[in-house]
């Protein structure tokens, strides 16, 4: 979502390190998440996946995708 970008664009010290500090974030903040919600099951193959960040907290939504 938009928040989501907010968030991580505000953090960025400097724009022009390049790609590895938004790397940084998306790993800190998105994939650990992410992570964790695969091995615990909670998201599964063909689940669309929806961050957001809402009261200094990422969020997730899911939906189940179906395949043609």
């Known amino acids: 979502s938009s928040n989501v970008l907010?968030?991580?664009v505000s953090k960025l010290k400097d724009l022009?390190?390049?790609a590895r500090p938004i790397e940084?974030?998306?790993n800190q903040h998105i994939e650990s998440i992410l992570c964790e919600s695969i091995l615990s099951k909670d998201i599964v193959n063909n689940d669309?996946?929806?961050f957001d960040y809402v009261n200094k907290?990422?969020?997730y939504s899911k939906s189940q995708t179906t395949q043609n």
């Open 57 to 59: 907290k990422f969020t």
């Open 16 to 18: 022009n390190l390049g």
């Open 6 to 8: 907010d968030f991580l």
């Open 48 to 50: 669309t996946v929806k």
């Open 24 to 26: 940084r974030l998306f």
